[in-house]
């Protein structure tokens, strides 16, 4: 594989190292689909009327703490809801609390299904922050996937879009069959 020096990892190895745990200020995965927020908040304050911050910690619950929403995410989709007239905060103690409208509840029973699908991925997702869905020999071999396109040097020709497309789908329906390449 050839590198670029700019695309070179700054201690020098080769970029196929152990990933060390994530730096100050780098992101996780995406946990939350467009939207996601916007049925499962209404949905917790449907259940209890609550402040913000126990919806980050009802979130993280749900996430058997593999995964805490930040204030960031969680206030601007509250504001979000109350704007849209769904939620309404209260003042309480110098802090909201947010409790369920008459349109919230009708927008949550029109959005049954798709709530279902948010508690689904939420599931899914949980397994996998926790790593219970990989080995971790797999985790790093996926990391070294990514690594190895992320750090092409960016000319794809159709001649090695085609090439590497078909090493891919090779290797998923080898994994899918259960067979070696």
Known sequence: MREHPHQRPAHGGDGFDKRPGR???ERGPRVFA????KLLLPSLIAEQPCHGYDLIRQIESLFDGAYTPSPGVIYPTLTFLEESDLIVG??????????ITDAGRLFLSE??????GVRMRIDVSKRSLRGQD???????????????LHSHHGRWSPEEIDRVAALLN????????GKNL
């Open 170 to 177: 090779s290797t998923a329906q080898a994994i899918a069959d």
């Open 134 to 148: 990989r080995p971790p020999q797999i985790h790093e071999a996926v990391h070294n996937l990514r690594h190895a």
């Open 34 to 37: 467009a939207g996601d927020l």
């Open 90 to 99: 209260n003042a309480d103690g110098g802090k909201k609390r947010y409790t």
């Open 23 to 25: 730096e100050r200020g």
């Open 111 to 116: 959005q049954a299904v798709a709530l279902d």
